[in-house]
């Protein structure tokens, strides 16, 4: 009788554990790595909630779905099925799905396949996102597109000390429509209003690069308005919105405690892999 009790109750006990050890991947290190505070030399299996933390070793992750994530030496991360939370370090992420990175309460997401770009945090509360293959959208926790990431372009974000990762900065590139009395900027991410004082009238049917502000919300079907600062026909001469970018630095919005910049970057420089 008592053996037939110890068999039922370990039967009943078999789903609870596995509902709280489902892998979602692997990683591999060629040195040390500690996954949840225990030291792992080789192989780890990954579980929804894994902190995962390198030391002089870079660290790959796999993960269901394709979505593969090489963390640079000294380096720590949670791990969820659908995200990282980087928390320290620097993070290569290369996936075909929705997956996303996030840092300081940026989000990083790919926008189409193949898509493979590099998240750093840095000093001064500062977050670097570069594109190596694809493009990536940078939003905020409500879901406001900050940034298009585009291949070989790198965009820092710059949090002020005591400042909520609330930006409002806009930067992308697309072309102008005219519709209804309302000039449109159209992207890979989506559609914006454009607003200002720009003659937006000779830029209809090109394409630009605009910088700007970036009101209203995400909501599903609402379209977000830009309020322009500057615009330029892309690939055309003289100064485009990112090359003022560029120039200018770091960019720090009044009230909203992040400033962004725009810069070119060597691709093989920006790779998190040895």
């Known amino acids: 009788m008592k053996k037939l009790q110890a068999v039922i109750m370990l039967l009943c006990m078999i789903p ?21 505070s225990y030291m792992v030399k080789g192989n780890a299996t990954l579980f929804d909630g894994s902190v995962v933390e390198t030391g002089q070793a870079t660290a790959d992750l796999r993960l269901d779905k394709g979505t593969e994530i090489t963390m640079s030496t000294g380096s720590r991360g949670t791990l ?4 990282l939370v980087l928390q320290r370090g620097e993070s290569e ?4 799905s929705s997956f996303q990175l996030e840092a300081n309460g940026l989000r990083v997401t790919p926008n189409e ?6 998240v750093s945090l840095k000093a001064k509360n500062t977050v670097e996102v570069a594109a190596l293959n694809g493009s990536f959208g940078v939003t905020n926790d409500q879901g406001i597109l900050l940034a298009s990431v585009r291949p070989g372009r790198t965009v820092s974000f710059a949090i002020q000390a005591g400042g909520a990762p609330t930006p409002n900065l806009f930067s992308g590139e697309g072309m102008v ?5 309302h000039y449109y900027l ?17 830029y209809v049917g090109t394409k630009v690069s605009i ?18 600062s500057s615009i330029g026909i892309v690939g055309a001469t003289g100064i485009s919105a990112a090359t003022a970018a560029i120039i200018a630095g770091t960019v720090v919005a009044g009230g909203t405690g992040v400033g962004v910049g725009v810069y070119e970057a060597n691709q093989s420089s920006t790779s ?3």
């Open 80 to 83: 969820y099925r659908d995200r």
């Open 113 to 118: 396949p193949n898509s493979r770009g590099v």
């Open 93 to 96: 992420l290369a996936a075909n």
């Open 211 to 228: 910088a700007g502000t970036i009101h209203g919300s995400a909501a599903a079907g609402a379209i977000s308005a830009v309020s322009v």
């Open 272 to 274: 998190a892999s040895p």
């Open 186 to 202: 159209t992207t890979l991410e989506g559609k914006y209003e454009l607003i200002g004082n720009k003659n937006f009238k000779g």
């Open 177 to 181: 429509s005219f519709e209804n009395g």
């Open 16 to 36: 609870y554990a596995a509902a709280g050890t489902v892998s979602i991947g692997t990683a591999s290190a060629r040195g040390d790595m500690h996954i949840d």
